[in-house]
């Protein structure tokens, strides 16, 4: 995938945050972009697209936990998001769930990305246990929601993100926390945009996230110096976002990426695989990629994303459908050594498949346009409603 | 009592014929019925000529065998999403100021106000006075008599595409028989359920059909709004088909036997189970699974409905609600769903001036019908009334 196409978009106060800790990483790469209610927060915010909502609501100055307000906001000012939408493939969203803009606002945007045709990524921090009621119920109310939408949902627990490093200085913890959520999102983009020595792309990763009913976890290990990998492999092993390797036990599909420099050895890939192998379970479905990054020179990182339960009939189901929309008149494209994505949604939908089952009641007949939308297509399927056999 | 008038509405899901009466306490009996399917209509407009032509004939005989009348000359209702409304305005210099404005002034600011460009393929169905504006004194109901110097007129302007409405028409032709007017389904609609209590406090009407949905907005007695979508019935009927991967025909009589658009909750032992048949396999699937498809559809069309309506800012005016007619309404559940989208009570309407109907075509399916020939009861009545009243009551009904 053209790394062009990716649109990392942070919103709400935490999203942005995470998205600084990316852009800090890295200069080139994807289009970042940081969606907010909050003026100053903005203004601190460091990548160049920023993108100013609900002025007009809120006097510049956020929404203050208020989810309507936050939904309101981005209805007013999709058309200063839409044209980053436009033109990406995959939409990376990363929100901090609990918030006024980031709850509110995020479903808005991932409705305009459908409709848009951008796979969708979202990664979405949860609220701390003492951040109140109020907060963890508005991210719970908004989890499913957000996976009805996204192709793919990796929620992050605050409260097992700072256990590890709870101890530290606030600042310092946050700083931390969000460097940890930026790197592993910036190992996912990388992982789908720059193709491996062992290659995994955005197709095995839907694949991983999508049996697993669209939700999963992810937890990483960081080492460096001589011992880099056994390192890597301990700090993976004993994080909290793995309750000290106890969910991996159980996990029924993980995906790992290891990130390393050029000085990446295939003994070290061994050493972490048969670490992780052997405390997985037999069946476990595992696949793992390798991406050569040279700020990584002497260090490693390992990122998985994983979950306890997981559906292989979803998936084949999914990718039965998938074949059904590409008639194979068109040769499928081989393969190459870059990462493979599926085309964009809109240009599958256009094709034999909507005219020749969806609206065979209206055939011969004017469509009906409102709005922009081909009403003749069931709505349930327009608004990305899952039917229950 | 007057001669008998004939309604036709060529519906989507069916052609229905209506022979009505009017009586001498004013009250119309149907004296004969005819309806026949399928009618090769889709979303209103014809697709299939020879198909519409069959049907209506049908439909025609039969109307003619239960009324033991001749038919020579009918009243159509049309609908479609080419069909929509605009304001317009036009102005005229009273003749004599001091002598107040007369009917002449009245005639010539109507005739201007009627004058609306449109595009070459479009044609104009009703015009509907809305207010006279006397020299900056708005909304005046009736000017006659009134001093000053500049007359406005503030119309609304239903039209449609001149091709589907000749179409329609043409198939009623080719029987012999006139068309002595056409009249826009909502209107009808609004006609046959509405009363002057609820037009006067504000009130909308709308009624999903098999292939459209039409509305028309009332406050204070005068139109506010009037359209129609090419949405409805056919389009819930198509969604259960490909949610279930079943026959149109099928998903047809499942939605009539258990469509509901409150979703129900989720119990994998309350199934529907369609048998197997020739050519069809036979299928299950869950009643939540059922009205979650069928929500996603009416609630979707009921919001659209709502959106106009928000966009011409009637909606602000509506002390008397909604009311829902028209073969949709008989889905279950759908008033609550109506309640939750405009947040005013939703009912279903009941029609007003007509006695003695027989069980089987009492139902919101034939409201438009039964609307039609209200509509043209008045129109006939004030021919031969051709004086002021006459022309009052002409402008209202918008000839």
Request: glycine letters at 10%; a negative charge.
């Amino acid at each position: 995938m053209n790394q062009h196409k990716v649109c990392i978009m942070g919103i709400g106060g935490g999203g942005g945050k995470i998205i600084d800790r990316i852009s800090a990483l890295s200069a080139d790469g994807p289009v970042l972009v940081v969606v907010n209610t909050d003026i100053r927060a903005l203004e601190d915010a460091s990548p160049s697209r920023k993108i100013k909502i609900g002025q007009i609501r809120t006097g510049g100055s956020g929404t203050g936990g208020n989810v309507e307000l936050g939904r309101l906001s981005a209805e007013d000012d999709i058309d200063k998001i839409k044209p980053y939408l436009k033109n990406a493939e995959l939409l990376i969203l990363v929100v901090a769930l609990g918030g006024g803009t980031g709850t509110g606002a995020t479903q808005v945007i991932l409705e305009q990305a459908k409709r848009d045709g951008c796979h969708i990524l979202c990664f979405v921090t949860t609220p701390f246990t003492f951040e109140g009621e109020t907060r963890i119920d508005c991210a719970k109310k908004a989890l499913p929601d957000l996976c009805k939408v996204s192709d793919a949902v990796i929620s992050i627990p605050n409260d097992l993100l700072f256990e590890s490093i709870g101890r530290n200085k606030m600042s310092q913890a946050f700083i931390k926390a969000d460097e940890t959520v930026g790197t592993a999102i910036r190992s996912i983009w990388k992982l789908i945009t720059h193709p491996g020595y062992i290659n995994l792309d955005f197709a095995d990763l839907l694949y991983t996230v999508r049996g697993a009913g669209g939700a999963c976890s992810l937890a990483y290990g960081a080492g460096k110096g001589h011992n880099k990998a056994q390192n890597a492999i301990n700090e993976l092993l004993e994080s909290c976002l793995t309750k000290q390797s106890t969910l991996l036990a159980v996990a029924k599909v993980a995906m790992i990426s290891i990130v390393g420099g050029e000085d990446l050895t295939i003994k070290e890939v061994g050493d972490i695989m048969g670490k992780l192998n052997s405390i997985f379970s037999k069946d476990t479905h595992v696949s793992m990629g390798t991406i050569i990054d040279d700020a990584w020179r002497n260090k490693i990182m390992i990122t998985i994303i994983f979950s306890d339960s997981w559906n292989s009939k979803i998936v084949v189901e999914e990718k039965s459908n998938v074949q059904k929309e590409e008639p194979s008149l068109i040769p499928l494209p081989q393969k190459t050594t870059g990462a493979k994505i599926p085309k964009k949604r809109k240009e599958a939908q256009s094709g034999l498949r909507l005219d020749a089952n969806i609206k065979k009641r209206f055939d011969g007949v004017n469509p009906t346009i409102l709005y922009g939308e081909d009403m003749d297509i069931p709505a349930f399927k327009r608004h990305g409603i899952k039917i229950p056999e | 009592m007057s001669a008998a008038i004939v309604a036709v509405e060529m519906g989507t899901s069916k052609i229905i014929v209506l022979v009505g009466e009017v009586r001498d306490d004013g009250r119309i009996a149907i004296i004969g019925v005819g309806e026949s399917s399928p009618s090769g209509i889709r979303k209103g407009e014809v697709v299939s000529i020879g198909k519409t032509g069959a049907c209506l004939r049908n439909a025609l005989a039969a109307a003619e065998a239960s009324s033991h009348i001749s038919l020579k000359s009918v009243y159509l209702s049309i609908a479609g999403g080419h069909i929509n409304s605009t304001i317009n305005e036009g102005s005229t210099i009273i003749v004599d100021p001091e002598m107040g404005v007369n009917i002449a002034d009245i005639d010539e600011v109507i005739k201007v106000a009627k004058t609306v460009s449109l595009d070459q393929n479009q044609k104009v169905i009703h015009s509907l006075s809305r207010y006279f504006t006397i020299d900056g004194q708005h909304q005046v109901i009736n000017p006659e008599g009134m001093e000053g110097n500049k007359l406005s007129l503030e119309m609304m302007i239903l039209y449609g595409h001149n091709g589907c409405i000749k179409n329609t028409m043409n198939v009623i032709y080719d029987k012999d028989i006139d068309v002595a007017d056409v009249v826009f389904g909502g209107l009808c609609s609004a006609q046959a359920v509405l009363s002057k209590e609820q037009k006067d406090a504000g009130v909308v009407v709308i009624d999903i059909g098999g292939g459209t949905t039409d509305y028309a907005a009332y406050n204070d007695s005068i139109i506010a709004a009037a359209g129609s979508l090419a949405l409805g019935g056919d389009h819930v009927t198509n969604d259960i088909a490909f949610a279930f991967n079943i026959p149109i025909a099928r998903a047809e009589e499942i939605k009539k036997e258990y469509g509901s658009t409150i979703i129900s909750s989720y119990d994998p032992e309350n199934k529907i189970s369609l048998p197997p048949q020739v050519g069809f396999t036979g299928k299950s699937f869950s009643h939540h699974a059922l009205s979650t498809v069928i929500n996603a559809r009416v609630d979707e069309i009921l919001k659209i409905v709502k959106k106009r309506l928000d966009e011409t800012g009637v909606m602000d005016h509506i002390g008397a609600g909604v009311v829902l007619t028209g073969g949709c309404a008989k889905l279950n559940g759908i008033d609550i769903l109506a309640n939750d989208i405009f947040g005013v009570p939703c009912t279903f309407g009941k029609l007003n001036n007509v006695g003695g109907l027989p069980s089987a075509i009492d139902g919101p399916e034939y409201v438009t019908c039964y609307g039609l020939i209200e509509y043209a009861a008045k129109a006939e009545s004030t021919i031969s009334h051709p004086g002021l009243w006459g022309k009052i009551i002409r402008r209202i009904l918008g000839q």
